[in-house]
C-alpha cells in the first residue's frame, strides 16, 4: 500500500509514526514555508529551502526502521553560543547538499540511504515559500479590523485570529507556487492520502494552495484521510473547535473531498457536528482514543495506526 502523507513538524512526524505500523512504502511531502530557528537562518544565509521539517520527517521514518548512528547524528543539534549553535546536523549536511547537487529531491534521496530509511521524503516545491496570513484582533481600536502578517513563524505566533493563508513564490514575488513534480506524482500514484494533523495554517493548508498540488489532491483516486489535532494551537487555532479545523479546510479547498475524517474521542466535545462536518467533504467521521495519555497533545502511534486500519477497512481484511 502507498501511503503518503503531506505536512510538516510534529504533526508529520506523529503521521509518519504510525503509518509505519502499517506500511513501509511511505512517502512523505513536507512544507517548505519555515522561516524560523536553524532553518530560517539557513535559509535567509544560503537562499535553499528550510530544512528542519524535512529533517523531522526523516527522523520519524529512521525511528520505525530501528535507526542507525546517522540517523542519531542527523537529529543532533549543537549547543554553546557560537556560530553553530541551534543548528541540527541533519539541517546542515541537507543544506551542503543542496548546493552540491542543485536538486533538492536528488539531496533528499542521498539522505535515504545515508541514515537507512525504506521511506522516500519529498519538498511540497522545490523552491522556498512564504506565507501571508489575514488576522482579526490586532488592532485594538477595531477588533474585526483585518490585518495582513506575513512568514510562517509570524502567523503561527499571532495573538489574533487567522482567518485565511495565501501562499507565495519566495524568490519570483507575483508567480503562483511550483509544485515539486515528483510530489504531484507520489499522490497521484497513491492509494491513501493524508492530511494532518499539525500547524493548521503553516503545515497542513499550504498543500491545498500549491496549484499543482491542489488539483493532484483532487483528482486522485486515493483514500483521502483527515487527522485532526488533539488540541487547538495557540495563535493559529485558539478557540477552534474540531469541526472548525474542517470548515477552514473546505474554504481553501472547495474543491476537496476527503473519505474519512480521524479525531480522538476527547477532544471533540460535540460528536455530531464533527460528523455533519465531516459529512460536507464527503468523509465519515472516526472518533478513537488516539491521544497518548503520557504527552498532552501528542498521538499514541499504536492506537493512531489501529485507528488507520479501520479508517482503510485493512483490520476486517486481516481477519479473512
Known amino acids: 500500500m ?6 510538516g513538524g510534529h504533526g508529520l512526524h506523529a503521521t509518519l509514526t504510525a503509518l509505519r505500523r502499517v506500511t513501509t512504502a511511505v512517502t ?34 529512521a525511528a520505525q526502521d530501528g535507526g542507525t548512528l546517522w540517523a542519531e547524528v542527523f537529529q543532533h543539534r549543537f549547543g554553546g553560543d557560537g556560530a553553530l549553535a541551534g543548528h541540527a546536523v541533519g ?7 543542496f548546493e552540491v547537487l542543485g536538486d533538492p529531491v536528488a539531496a533528499l534521496d542521498e539522505v535515504r540511504g545515508l541514515i537507512g530509511v525504506t521511506g522516500r521524503v519529498l519538498p511540497m516545491s522545490a523552491e522556498p515559500l512564504d506565507i501571508h496570513a489575514e488576522v482579526s484582533g490586532l488592532d ?23 482567518k485565511r493563508i495565501s501562499l507565495h513564490n519566495a524568490r519570483r514575488p507575483g508567480e ?6 515528483q510530489a504531484v506524482d507520489a499522490v497521484l500514484d ?20 500549491v496549484p ?18 488533539l488540541i487547538p494551537q495557540p495563535g493559529e487555532t485558539a478557540g477552534f473547535s474540531p469541526e472548525q479545523h474542517l470548515d477552514v479546510l ?62 482503510l477497512g485493512l483490520n476486517s481484511m486481516e481477519g479473512q
Request: aromatic share 2%; proline share 6%; hydrophobic share 50%.
Open 2 to 7: 502507498n501511503a503518503v502523507a503531506l505536512g
Open 28 to 61: 512523505a511531502i513536507v512544507t517548505v514555508a519555515d522561516d524560523g530557528g536553524s532553518s530560517g537562518r539557513l535559509r535567509r544565509e544560503l537562499g535553499l529551502l528550510p530544512p528542519g521539517d524535512l529533517r523531522q520527517a526523516f527522523s520519524a521514518l
Open 91 to 97: 539541517n546542515l549536511l541537507l543544506a551542503g547538499l
Open 140 to 162: 485594538a481600536e477595531d477588533d474585526a479590523a483585518i490585518r495582513r502578517i506575513r512568514g510562517q513563524v509570524a502567523v503561527a505566533t499571532t495573538p489574533g485570529q487567522v
Open 176 to 181: 503562483p507556487p511550483k509544485a515539486c513534480a
Open 190 to 209: 497513491a492509494d491513501v492520502v493524508f492530511l494532518g494533523p499539525g500547524s493548521w495554517f503553516t503545515s497542513v493548508l499550504p498543500h491545498l494552495l
Open 212 to 229: 499543482e498540488l491542489h488539483d493532484a489532491l483532487v483528482r486522485t483516486k486515493a483514500t483521502k484521510v483527515v487527522i485532526l489535532n
Open 250 to 311: 473546505f474554504q481553501h479547498a472547495p474543491e476537496l473531498r476527503v473519505d474519512a475524517v480521524i479525531a480522538d474521542r476527547d477532544s471533540v466535545p460535540t460528536p455530531a457536528r464533527l460528523r455533519r462536518a465531516a459529512e460536507a467533504l464527503g468523509a465519515r467521521a472516526l472518533l478513537s482514543d488516539v491521544a497518548d495519555l503520557a504527552v498532552v497533545g501528542r498521538h499514541d502511534p499504536d492506537a493512531l495506526a489501529a485507528c488507520v486500519r479501520e479508517a
